[in-house]
Structure formats: C-alpha cells, structure tokens
C-alpha cells in the first residue's frame, strides 16, 4: 500500500548522532573557508570552481542564486564576491551528479519520501523531464513536447482558468518571471502566488501604506554612512553572510550597531573577513553596541517603549524629532501622538523582555543619532501583527527625519536571489490595474482585474478542490508552506503537478494525480539559443537591476531555461488563440527585455542598460522623499500592542533555519554558529523552562500546537538548553512547519505566523 500524501510530506523522524558544543562568538574567518571549501570540493566538478569563483557576483558574471544581498557598486574583490553559504548553493545547484530515468526506476516515489530532506537534495542534478503517471510507482523519461502538450491539455480541460494556480521561486529571472506572469494572465487568471507571500509580503503592505513603495529605500552606500544601524529579528551570519562586511564598514566609519533578536546570533557578534589576512589574525571586528534580546514578537512593545522615551524627551528638552521633516514630508503626526500616549511604558517594556540596563543602552544610541538605518528580516515579518511590526519602525524612522536622506532609510533585506525582481516585472497575485492597463495596451488582450490566490488561498483552493491545477516555477513548495499535513492533502487533490527544478526536492514526492518535473538550467550555466548565449537580469535588495550570465556548459543536453520552459507551455497552451509570438522570445531574450521596456515602470532603454558593469537602480520615491502614498507624504501609523496569551504551559515557538540551510534547501546537518552538529530535529529551549518541566539536556520531546481547535503534532525533538527568552523556543524548519496553522497569518498580507506559533512540550 502506497504512502498517504501526509506521510509522503513529512519529513522523517530519525535521529542522527546529535553533539552539542559551546556556540561561538566570532563568525566567518578559517571556519567559514574551510566549510565553504569542504563542500565545494565535494560536490561540484574540480575544473568547475575556479570559473565558479571567479565569476559569481562579478560585473560581467553571473548572480549567486542563494540571497539578494546587493553587490558593490564599484570595485568588487578580486578574491570573489561570495560567502561561504554562496558557495554551498553553488555546490547544491552545480552537483557533479546526474540523476534521469535510471535513479527513477531504481526508487519508487514512496521510498525516496523516507530520505531526509539532506540526503534528497543530494542525490543529484535532474537531467531529463520526468512523468508520473495516475496510480504508478515510479516516474519515467517523457519527451519536452509531450509534456508541453500535457500541461496545455490539462490547463485547457479546466472549467474556469482560475482552477489553476501559478506559483513562482524567487530565483526566477526577470524574463523567466515577466513571460510567466504574460502568459498565466493571457490565459486567462491572476493567481499568481509566490515566495513573497511566505516571506515580506508584510513588509510591502506597509512600506507601500507608509512610504508609497513596497521597497527599502537605502543604498549599500549608505550602510557605509549610517550612524546607526538597526538589525531587528534577522541573523545575516547565516542568511545574508556578504551583508556582514557592509556592517564591519558601518563599524569602521563610527557607526554603531544595535541587534535586536530573541537569539544571540554569532555572525552579528563578531565577523573575522575570510579574505583579509591581518583580521583574521587580529580575531576580526566586534560588530554589535547592544542587543536587546526581545521575546518572541515583542517587538511592538519594544519599539513603543523607544518612542514613548523619545516623546518624553522631545517635550521635555526639543530637538529630538525632526520638526521640519515631520511638517513638510509627513501626515498624521498629531493622531499617532495622541495614540501613542495612551500607551504605558512600563508595561511596554514588560512586554518586550527587555532589561531596563539595556534599553536605556539602546535608548541613548537611538536619542543622540539622526541617520538611522533599520534592517529587517522574517523575525518581524512572519506574525499576525507584521505590518504592525514594519509599520512601527517606520514611525521610529519618521520623528528623527531618518527617510530619504545619506545613511538613513529602511531596509528590507530580502531572502531569494530575484525575489524582489520577480514581483517588479508583475508576479503579482494582486497588481495594480495601471500595470494590466498597459499589459492590456502592449499585447491586446485583457487581463482579469480579480485579484488572485496569494499563497494561503492557493492552498485552501486545492484542498477544496476549487484548483486543480499546480504548477511551479522553482521552489519546493511543500517544504516552504505552513501547515504541511493540510498543504500535502492539498497538492495531492490537483489533477496535475508540475515542477519546474535543478533538483530534487520533497515536493516532487507529493503529488497530485500526475505529476511532471521539469529539468531546468542553473544559474551558472551558459543558456545557449538560437541567437547566441543569452544574458538574463536579476533585481536586488536595494532595487539594483544587473545582468547575469553563466559561465559553466549544461549538465544535460535534455534541460532547459526557464524562459524556454514558460515559451513552451505557452505556446502548447494558447496555441492559435494566443496574441503573442511565443517562441521568439525563447530565441532572443533581448526581445523580452524591450517588452519589460515597454510595460514596467523604471526600464527605459532596459536592454542598453543592463550592460552597465554595475547594473542600474530602479525608481525609489522614499529616496528622495517622494511619497506616493494617498496623501502625498509619508503616513504616521496607529499600531497595537500584539493581542495574544500564553497559556499555563505554553512556549511561544519560532522556526529558524540552521546555517547549513538556505530557505528548504538543507546544504548539511550541522548549525555551527549554534553549537549543534549532526542534527536538525532539536528544540531550543530556556534553561528555566527546562526545568519546570523536568527536562534535561537532549531529553527527546514531542511538540503539539493547538489553534481554533486543531490539534497538530510533531514528534522526536531533542532539547537543547540555550539563551533565548522564558517562555519562547526555537526549531528548525521545515520539520516544524507541520505545527504551523494556515489560518494564522499576518493581518491584510497573510504571511504564516511562523515565528509566533504556542506549542506545548512533552516527553516522548
């Protein structure tokens, strides 16, 4: 008897060899060459890593599909523009091993479903399309034209196009992206859900409500400059390695750095420069002044106690708020202070966690400082009260005038290589009219106005059978989305699945009633067409567009790009019906890059900038204080307190990733910067919580959450006793995504609440 879709989705609950070490205090340096060498010599070709090195986020090179960290804007090291996880994501995308239809014989769906989420992400690079058929077993070769034409025939059975769902990974090119999104709403549907959705979704709203535009408004130059610099609920040692020698330079200029995180994260402690003899022998740069070690979600009240002391302040001495900027730039002013009076400080304080000794450390940093920049990450973006997050930060950036000025701003710091790329060029379940007006003008059809399936939506609509139809462009979804028994029933619904990868993944393993895998190029792979090697362009975190181009020959001779990929399906899908000459585009992106041109905001003369070494900036009105908000200035904002209690019992649970991991990509099993190795089924706990419950060190523990009367639960976790706040816990995802509800969103973007989810703990 086959797996259940659940069972399948599950990731297995075997124990390693656990060992726990003292976490460091340094980050980088030997530690991080010696890993970032382990692993490329292990898995990518030895005559490929040079040209690798050499060329990843190099002008002229190819972008690192791991983070959107931007680039410099002048001289790059001539030793690489890579971090050690850039380099594991290259050993991940560039393996030296080839899997097809022979690995597929060999193993059924259902035994490859038993493997770790490690040990299938290593079993190689897909080489060629894959089928599996209603009822079988195992997938088998099938030619690109018959998967092509099996897509446009399930797509075109369906009642209403809106019973197809369209998602799309943020490592999608802008082509690849603005051709996806032309063809789903040619098509007929706007569900166009992505990685966005999961990740600062919330950060758009409120940056879009706040500021007029879902984007950062800094510079890479300007964290050179900043006097301060905040890092609120992000650990960038692990997820945004490169961004640590932006701060060692906010260092070296005199700025300080303030952390505000339940955890204490190595990478934000101290950075030793892997490239930089004399800091290597010197022990590197202490990077943070203070951290502020907030419960989990309580940053509002965090935030609420600063700007209560800064208006106390202000009426008691001046010239703490910038007077002129509030009048001139900003609206509700008078509202947000009659508001925020109603609040106490004391209990905001309470409720965040925080030492009164190390507020007022943080405290006096924020007074005496004017060019702030806020850094951000999904500590603040994945709670039901994450634009209230964003939005407070934002009203703290407002009283001291620190928007649209040298070494001040917000700054979003973006996870996928293109994420922020693909929702500029329309991936976008709920785009602006005035962008389907001119899709509408462009390309002569009318795309549907009705917003679409976000993420959460998509999941329900295939659980109720509503979408039949799930086609991904990247990603592992499964393995990415909260509530992983309901989203694996889900997927398991649709008539069809198809998957568009460099590799394995678990989501290939839960399926609908037929599923395809498709085979696609990596990014450092030379995309050879009719016209030439092509050049793609990608969009950074601080809305920087650069060209990317691979350097390495394709694996397989049986893959393609993903522009090619979209190019096909269209063309099977709308066929005759179609206004648009798709297989042109796949000869000659240039093509696309005229239409992007054409259709989206920012890219004039696109195909003769993205020659520019450095790439060029996109329009950013928060930059320049122009606020293209409803009342033409940037907008104070009311926010409350986060409504929720904690049981007798209860701890408040976060997922983080380990720094062997890259969103669900597992690169290994180890979390050096945390002390644990070979393991990733662990639960960090406070030592106290430990106790009243009469756990020790490494005690194996089931977990249960409960919300609007589901019970869900995920079992065979090892404790481990760690600083973090009473009351809160920590564990990895995505094993953990399973106690995550689907109904526990982010208020008007429903990003999961997955840093906020109140378990309970028992011994197993």
């Known amino acids: 008897m086959s797996k259940s879709s659940t069972e399948k989705a599950a990731t297995p609950e075997n124990f390693q060899d656990l060992r726990v070490k003292q976490p460091p205090k340094n980050s980088a340096g030997i530690g991080g060459l010696k890993a970032a060498t382990s692993?490329?010599?292990?898995?990518?070709?030895?005559?490929?890593?040079?040209?690798?090195?050499?060329?990843?986020?190099?002008?002229?090179?190819?972008?690192?599909?791991?983070?959107?960290?931007?680039?410099?804007?002048?001289?790059?090291?001539?030793?690489?523009?890579?971090?050690?996880?850039?380099?594991k994501a290259m050993a991940e995308e560039m393996q030296n091993k080839l899997i097809g239809s022979d690995f597929f014989a060999a193993h059924t769906v259902d035994d490859l479903s038993s493997w770790s989420d490690y040990?299938?992400?290593?079993?190689?690079?897909?080489?060629?399309?894959?089928?599996?058929?209603?009822?079988?077993?195992?997938?088998?070769?099938?030619?690109?034209?018959?998967?092509?034409?099996?897509?446009?025939?399930?797509?075109?059975?369906l009642d209403s196009p809106d019973e197809a769902v369209f998602y799309t990974s943020g490592r999608t090119t802008n082509e690849a992206a603005f051709l996806y999104q032309l063809f789903v709403r040619e098509y007929g549907t706007s569900n166009l859900p992505d990685c966005s959705n999961m990740c600062h979704e919330a950060s758009g709203k409120a940056l879009s409500e706040t500021?007029?535009?879902?984007?950062?408004?800094?510079?890479?130059?300007?964290?050179?400059?900043?006097?301060?610099?905040?890092v609120v609920g992000q650990n960038p040692g692990t997820n945004h390695p490169r961004m640590l020698s932006a701060l060692e330079k906010t260092k070296k200029n005199g700025g300080k750095i303030i952390t505000i995180n339940p955890l204490p994260e190595a990478g934000l402690i101290k950075f030793t420069d892997p490239q930089n003899p004399i800091k290597i022998l010197s022990g590197g740069t202490q990077l943070t002044d203070v951290f502020v070690p907030v419960t989990v979600n309580g940053d509002v009240a965090f935030f609420k106690a600063i700007l209560l002391k800064l208006l106390e302040k202000e009426e008691q001495d001046g010239n703490v708020f910038d007077k002129q900027f509030i009048e001139e730039f900003t609206h509700g002013y008078d509202t947000f202070i009659e508001d925020l009076k109603q609040f106490n400080f004391e209990e905001c304080l309470k409720l965040s966690g925080v030492s009164r000794e190390v507020f007022n450390a943080a405290f006096d940093i924020i007074l005496n400082n004017d060019k702030i920049i806020i850094c951000w990450a999904m500590g603040l973006t994945q709670h039901e009260n994450a634009v209230d997050n964003i939005r407070e930060l934002v009203n703290l950036l407002l009283l001291k005038g620190s928007i649209g000025k040298e070494g001040a701003g917000t700054c979003p710091v973006r996870g996928h290589s293109n994420v922020q790329g693909d929702r500029t060029v329309g991936i976008w379940e709920a785009a602006p009219q005035a962008f389907l007006d001119k899709i509408e003008a462009k390309y002569g059809f009318k795309p549907s106005s009705k917003h679409g399936y976000s993420v959460i939506d998509a999941i329900k609509a295939m659980f109720d059978k509503k979408a039949k139809v799930f086609f991904g462009?990247?990603?592992?979804?499964?393995?990415?989305?909260?509530?992983?028994?309901?989203s694996a029933q889900a997927l398991a619904n649709c008539n069809l699945t198809v998957h568009v990868s460099t590799k394995l993944n678990r989501s290939h393993l839960v399926t609908g009633k037929e599923a395809l895998i498709l085979p696609c190029l990596g990014r450092a792979e030379k995309d050879y067409q009719k016209t030439g090697v092509q050049v793609q362009s990608v969009e950074n975190s601080m809305g920087v567009v650069s060209s990317t181009k691979g350097v390495l020959e394709p694996c397989s001779?049986?893959?393609?790009?993903?522009?090619a990929v979209v190019c096909g399906i269209a063309n099977a899908t709308l066929n005759e019906r179609s206004k648009i000459d798709w297989l042109s585009y796949k000869?000659?992106?240039?093509?696309?890059?005229?239409?992007?041109?054409?259709v989206v905001e920012g890219f004039t003369d696109y195909n003769h900038r993205i020659k520019q070494p450095s790439g060029f900036y996109l329009p950013n009105g928060a930059r320049k204080r122009d606020f293209k908000t409803q009342s033409g200035k940037a907008q104070f904002s009311i926010n409350k307190l986060p409504e929720w209690k904690i049981e007798q019992g209860e701890l408040v649970m976060m997922t983080i990733r380990s720094h062997d991991q890259f969103n669900t990509t597992i690169y290994g099993l180890n979390d050096r910067y945390r002390g644990i190795f070979n393991e990733r089924r662990v639960i960090f706990m406070n030592k106290d919580d430990m106790k009243e419950r009469g756990l020790k060190e490494q005690d194996v523990v089931d977990l249960?959450?409960?919300?609007?009367?589901?019970?869900?639960?995920?079992n065979k976790f090892?404790?481990?006793?760690?600083?973090?706040?009473?009351?809160?816990?920590?564990t990895y995802f995505p094993e953990t995504n399973v106690l995550v509800p689907l109904d526990s969103y982010a208020h008007t973007a429903k990003t999961p609440a997955s840093k906020s989810v109140l378990i309970t703990v028992s011994k197993g």
Not at 557 to 563: A, F, K, W, Y
């Open 211 to 230: 500021l007029g535009i879902g984007k950062g408004s800094v510079t890479l130059d300007d964290l050179y400059k900043a006097e301060v610099v905040m």
């Open 473 to 486: 462009l990247g990603g592992n979804f499964i393995s990415a989305v909260p509530d992983t028994n309901y």
């Open 587 to 598: 000869d000659d992106y240039s093509l696309v890059r005229n239409d992007i041109a054409e």
């Open 718 to 730: 090892k404790v481990v006793g760690y600083d973090i706040p009473k009351h809160c816990c920590a």
């Open 557 to 563: 001779d049986r893959i393609m790009s993903e522009v």
């Open 39 to 87: 692993h490329a010599v292990k898995y990518i070709k030895s005559s490929n890593i040079l040209k690798i090195t050499q060329n990843i986020n190099q002008k002229g090179g190819f972008d690192c599909p791991g983070c959107a960290w931007p680039d410099p804007d002048d001289e790059r090291s001539s030793l690489g523009e890579y971090c050690e996880n850039g380099l």
């Open 119 to 157: 040990d299938i992400g290593k079993s190689g690079r897909l080489s060629e399309p894959l089928f599996l058929p209603e009822g079988a077993t195992h997938y088998q070769p099938i030619s690109w034209e018959d998967a092509f034409k099996k897509i446009g025939a399930h797509l075109n059975a």
């Open 704 to 714: 249960k959450s409960k919300f609007n009367g589901v019970v869900r639960k995920a």
